[in-house]
């Protein structure tokens, strides 16, 4: 008998920035996801925990599309793909994941960004986009990130979307075969969004309260 796969584009709602749209990952997102993350890969690489030998194969895409589904349905993971609102082009990947609820109401942001589309401000408005969603609709009350002291670019997004900077974590993440220290960030639902004078791109969130967005900060349509 078949088995029929829900894959995680069914559950979540699709989120719309300005440039970029967050959706769920598809069986069908493959092939763009094994291009972009091979072509990206010694770019990426220095950041993430060790990549699994079959990592880019059809069956790691499959498991993690599992994983992924069972944390959605669970409440603790909420996995989006980030690509250009215009073209729909796959240009990285951006995660709510470790959501606590009960006294904590708290959830870690984790990304990616395809070596192409780097450093053109996506990732900070998507991040934005999915913190405006975090709390505005999930109801968490704070977010929390981690990053590597010598990632100037991660740190300097942080800085942008209002992260505060909250300590250092002593051998906190096994990155790249080794135990790092990292930097520890906190958002809360009532911290403004960019609180510095945005960028073109990042014009509907300013002056905005990620605790009081207003809807036209972010559209959430349903998923495929």
Request: aromatic share 8%; with cysteine.
């Amino acid at each position: 008998m078949r088995v029929l796969r829900t894959d995680p584009s069914e559950l979540l709602p699709t989120l719309h920035g300005q440039r970029v749209v967050l959706r769920g990952p598809d069986s069908d997102d493959l092939d763009a996801w094994k291009a972009l993350r091979g072509a990206s890969r010694a770019f990426l690489e220095p950041w993430e925990p060790l990549w699994p030998v079959d990592d880019l194969e059809k069956s790691a895409f499959r498991r993690r599309l599992s994983r992924w589904t069972r944390e959605i349905r669970d409440g603790v993971t909420f996995p989006y793909f980030v690509c250009a609102r215009e073209t729909g082009a796959l240009l990285g990947g951006v995660t709510l994941a470790q959501v606590r609820r009960g006294v904590t109401q708290a959830g870690t942001i984790g990304y990616w960004m395809g070596e192409p589309h780097a450093g053109r401000g996506y990732m900070s408005e998507a991040v934005g986009v999915l913190a405006v969603h975090a709390f505005a609709t999930l109801g968490l009350h704070r977010l929390e990130a981690a990053c590597l002291p010598q990632n100037g670019p991660s740190i300097r997004l942080l800085e942008k979307v209002g992260f505060a900077r909250e300590g250092l974590a002593r051998a906190y993440l096994c990155i790249a075969g080794r135990w790092r220290d990292h930097i520890l960030w906190g958002l809360l639902a009532d911290d403004p969004l960019f609180p510095a004078r945005p960028a073109p791109g990042e014009a509907a969130f300013e002056a905005a309260s990620v605790g009081f967005a207003p809807r036209a900060l972010v559209e959430d349509s349903p998923g495929r």
